[in-house]
């Protein structure tokens, strides 16, 4: 099991930007791919990036395509998740996720440890 811990959610205007960490407790994330999800109040659990173990591919929703981006170093055992010209809408708690595998994993089943959560709002 993989304990992870997300950081530097908070409150930004529209049109600004925030960058989310995920540390993970694992000896090395090599092994794991990584995502990004969000959950607005009284709405599912959405899928927001994802990366493979090594980096070299990823997918992104359409909503914040062209906006987002996610990244990792697997040397400091972290993931990233740049958010640029933020939009009320994209206010939620962020959640980090490890799956399992070489592969790019969209789906929310797909994987297997969660972190707690970190807040973003942006106000308009």
Known sequence: QVQ??????????AG???RLSCA???RTLVN???GWFR????KEREFV???NWSGGSTSYADSVKGRFTISRDNTKNTVYLQMNNLKPEDTAAY????GRGLGLLTTHAAYKDWGQGTQVTVSS
């Not at 959640?95 to 490890?98: H, P, S, T």
């Open 4 to 13: 992870l811990v997300e950081s530097g959610g908070g409150l930004v205007q």
């Open 16 to 18: 600004g930007s925030l």
């Open 24 to 26: 993970a407790s694992a």
């Open 32 to 34: 794991y791919p990584m």
């Open 39 to 42: 959950q607005a109040p009284e």
């Open 49 to 51: 990036a994802g990366i």
């Open 95 to 98: 959640y980090c996720a490890a």
